[in-house]
């Protein structure tokens, strides 16, 4: 049984928090993984008992997961447990739980637990789960937070790369994506400063286990998905180097990781954060 707990500061009351990620009628305003979320058997608010479906998006195998509450306790935590799901999930629980730093901010707690099956390949299942549920849980929450921290539930005005600003590797890729951004679409700011704290969840204090992340109106793209999807967003001629998201992630994913665990003895590594030019100045992010 997998077991995982992931967390983040939003800068808004726990009951704002706890009302949008309940209200179904909102889901789809900011949860970048589902593609349909509503509540069933007639129930008109989420509570004890109710009964609601989720639906992934299609990149995701738009598999669907009826789940039902069995905790309710606005403002502080809520908790369901899965009816019926996807084949390759025997369970699956999951809360939500709010906690009060200070007045108008709030460290929201996601934990789930699953098992996969059947069990003589839960060595193969399990690992897989693992990993797009840890990834799409760190783009919810962000993408949450972002909603919630401004007005207009859009901080994400342009799209921003954060990369390693020590990584020889990461700043010529930054180098590039300059080079080639005419239209002058995306930010940039280093996975070391503050804009990276404030936006994303907490990074493992390896900095081996760092990616680079692109954040837009989405949410997080992580590991190879990040570099894809600023070729997407690019087009032209670099569109068809997106295409390579069409390469299965369990083949994709560990050759990424592979590069990125060796960066630095790979491709060397500053002394300090990159320092932007006078001209790049307006383009990069503290």
Request: charged share 25%; proline share 6%.
């Amino acid at each position: 049984m997998l077991t995982r707990e992931q967390s983040i500061e939003i800068r808004a009351s726990p009951e704002e928090v706890f009302d949008l990620i309940h209200d179904y009628s909102r889901r789809l305003e900011w949860d970048p993984f589902l593609k349909k979320a509503e509540l069933l058997h007639g129930a008109k608010a989420a509570g004890v008992g109710a009964d609601s479906l989720c639906v992934a998006k299609n990149r995701l195998g738009g598999l669907g997961m009826e789940t039902v509450y069995v905790v309710f306790d606005r403002p502080r935590v809520a908790a369901v447990k899965m009816v019926h799901g996807p084949a390759i999930l025997q369970l699956f629980g999951a809360s939500l739980r709010q906690d009060q730093l200070s007045p108008g901010t709030t460290r929201l707690t996601y934990k789930y637990t699953l098992e996969t099956r059947p069990a003589w390949l839960r060595w193969f299942f399990t690992p897989i789960c693992k990993w797009v549920f840890s990834r799409e849980t760190r783009g919810r929450l962000a993408k949450l937070k972002s909603f919630l921290e401004t007005a207009d539930g859009n901080v994400v005005r342009s799209p921003i790369i954060f990369f390693d600003g020590v990584c020889a590797m990461c700043n010529t890729f930054v180098n590039i994506a300059l080079r080639i951004d005419r239209r002058k679409i995306f930010l940039f700011a280093p996975l070391q400063g503050s804009t990276a704290r404030e936006l994303l969840p907490p990074l493992s204090d390896d900095p081996a286990e760092w990616s680079m992340i692109y954040l837009d109106e989405t949410g997080i793209h992580d590991q190879l998905d990040a570099s894809l999807e600023v070729y997407r967003r690019l087009g032209g001629v670099w569109f068809l180097l997106s295409l390579l998201r069409y390469i299965p992630h369990f083949i994709r994913d560990p050759l990424y990781r592979i590069l990125a665990r060796n960066r630095y003895r790979w491709f060397g590594r500053r002394e300090q954060c990159r320092i932007p030019t006078e001209s790049e100045r307006q383009r990069f992010l503290p």
